[in-house]
């Protein structure tokens, strides 16, 4: 049987994510220089991988390939493990890994599960709108994964010491202000980009439907999304809810991501369908 | 040769009697002159601490040599024998060994990878390399405990988290800011456990100092002395809003901060978060505090219960560091036992031997077609040429004289005979 090339591709992806996903896991319960430098080189390899199998689809379809829920949880994947590598070149956070790569495997995961095939795209999305808004909205929900990951960082680290249990991973989990600091970058960084992506929906919406807002479930439940973020941001700058608190919202945020982007696609069809 | 280890320490004697057999000040000194006038023993070592006396000795005889120590302890510090006999420990050959690769990495220490005893033992050594009392056999022992010590230090976590209030309240501090200089420390009261907790957060970066006082000339002595700023103590809680880390440690047999306080406090500081050590007994600080977002209490039992589960990791971690001492004491033995004269002359026959037919091969390539008579005699003159040069350390190897242990060493030194066995 002749497998196409970018299933070949996908698969290797999947497979090194899920050995880094492995080793960040390990990294958890017996934490060496050896697990954190074998998440990072085999996150780099999967992502190798996976990046070729975008090229790949994206030359076959002619699109950008996210117009199925394989593609767009591959993608949103994709966009996590990009900024997985920036942040922790940046900021060097220990054990991230072993946070973050689990989410990347589950979502490839999940990926997997759903209909490969390359298709013709719907004439009504072929515009470039497609790419800006899509690259948008999931740069934007891969920087809330990452906060999420670091929310639940930053909740255990605090409970270590609000317990004052300083077992098990306290002494490897890095600083509680750093924690805060990264989850707060990354919301700031992920709401003008959900914001972006929300505007050029509208206006291609408009385009395509001579209609900017329609009510459609994922319209719906991405503004709430965008609210509870704009929430998060607004309460820090105000009345300084940092901390435990803004872990605890960007979960929530991220929950809500998750519930719009997989939950609203399945149980409702809309032309989001696909996204 | 015999390797001895006698001494005491606070496992096997009290502190009176360590306080009678050290070798403090002078008394080193005169003890090394005298035991140096010993020719029984061939080397040796004095390491006197305040939590152990030992002496590491490389004797002729085990049983006399140890005697000899005895009696020199009896005769030097005028105690009992019998006293001696029940506080003294002595190992000799590999428990000797084991017993000083130990003490070196702290496995021996009364907080185990405490770092103090490497240094103790670094110019026990040195002074008596000084003094000359150590040769071939000492020396290397005290390298190789040394080095042990420090791989002991690297690959186990023997010597990591605090075991001291102090130092418990830096690791604390570090896991709650990203950097301790741009943080604001506040010391409320004085006494000697949170000046020491004061100094070491101020050698782990905080600059910025407050310190304040009911009596407001004690503030500004401390103030002084952290190169901080003191302030009235009545005015403390409105400087509070600036503070990162607290530590209080005061008389007062009441709370003097209350939760509502500190909630206030908080809130003009947006929730920025502040670690506070309530160091004082009874205790100084709401303990309800530590239900506020953003604000880490501990009272002294907290951090001595940190304290406790940093010192069970300690010595989990000394199990592992018992398997690198036995390790390393197997490849001691080793280079000892090849300080025999037999191996010894096997391996430099062996070297020479190899030398010899190697060099050999390369001639005879280099000469082409030879006649069978050419090549016996070229075999010959290089046969002798080995067994000549090999005759004489051969013979002093094996005649067994009183330094043969220092030859053995030397010769297999300078012919690199140690080949793995010689760590560097």
Known sequence: MHIELNVWLFEFALTFYFISAIAGTIGLFKGTIVTSRAIIILTVIGFLFHSANIVVRYIKGGHIPITNLHEASSFFSWCIVLLFFLFEYRYKIGLLGSFIMPIVFILMLSSSIFPREIREINPILQSYWLGIHAILAFLGNASFAMAFGIGIMYLLQEWYLKSKQLKGLFKRLPNLEILDEVNYRLITLGFPLLTLAIITGVIWANTVFGKYWRWEPKEVWSLITWLIYALVLHLRLTIGWRGRKAAILSIVGFILVIFTFFGVSILRKGFHIFV | ?424
């Not at chain 2, 001291?164 to 409320?188: C, G, N, Q, R």
């Open chain 2, 1 to 424: 040769m015999n390797i001895l280890a006698v001494g005491l320490n606070h496992k096997t004697a009290d502190i009176g009697i360590r306080e009678r057999v050290a070798f403090d000040g002078s008394k080193l000194d005169k003890a090394i002159s005298l035991l140096k006038g010993i020719p029984e023993i061939k080397e040796h070592i004095v390491l006197s601490t305040c939590n152990r006396v030992e002496i590491y000795a490389n004797v002729n005889n085990g049983s006399s040599g140890t005697e000899l120590i005895k009696n020199f302890l009896v005769n030097f510090h005028g105690v009992s024998q019998e006293t001696l006999n029940n506080a003294l420990y002595i190992h000799s050959g590999e428990n000797a060994i084991r017993h000083i690769f130990r003490v070196a990495s702290s496995l021996d220490s009364m907080i185990v990878g405490e770092p103090q005893i490497l240094g103790q033992l670094k110019d026990a050594f040195e002074f008596a390399v000084k003094r000359k009392t150590t040769g071939v056999i000492l020396n290397r022992l005290m390298k190789k405990a040394i080095s042990v010590a420090k791989r002991i230090r690297t690959e186990t976590k023997i010597a990591q988290s605090a075991v001291s209030i102090s130092f418990a309240a830096v690791e604390l501090a570090k896991k709650i800011f990203e950097d301790l200089s741009k943080e604001t420390f506040m010391l409320i009261g004085a006494g000697e456990m949170a000046e020491l907790a004061a100094k070491h957060l101020i050698q782990n970066g905080v600059k910025n100092v407050i310190v304040t006082n009911r009596t407001y000339e004690s503030a500004e002595k401390l103030a002084r002395e952290f190169n901080g700023k003191a302030i009235e103590f009545n005015t403390f809680l409105h400087e509070l809003v600036h503070a990162d880390i607290v530590i209080c440690s005061t008389g007062a047999s009441h709370y003097i901060l209350l939760k509502e306080q500190v909630q206030k406090t908080m809130k003009h500081r947006k929730n920025k978060p502040i670690f506070i050590i309530d160091i004082s007994v009874p205790r100084n600080i709401d303990p309800e505090i530590n239900d506020i977002d953003n604000i880490y209490l501990y009272d002294i039992d907290d951090l001595q219960e940190v304290i406790g589960t940093n010192i069970q990791e300690r010595n989990k971690e000394a199990q592992k560091a018992e398997r690198i001492v036995d390790v390393e004491v197997d490849a001691f033995l080793k280079w000892q036992e090849s300080l025999s004269a037999v191996p010894t002359v096997v391996a430099l026959r062996e070297k020479a031997e190899a030398i010899k037919i190697e060099e050999l091969e390369k001639a005879f390539r280099k000469l082409g077609v030879l006649q069978e008579k050419e090549i016996h005699i070229i075999e010959a003159m290089t046969n002798s040429i080995v067994n000549k040069l090999l005759h004489p350390p051969t013979i002093t190897l094996k005649e067994g004289s009183e330094d043969r242990e220092e030859l053995i060493a030397v010769i297999r030194k300078l012919y690199g005979l140690n080949g793995d066995t010689e760590n560097k």
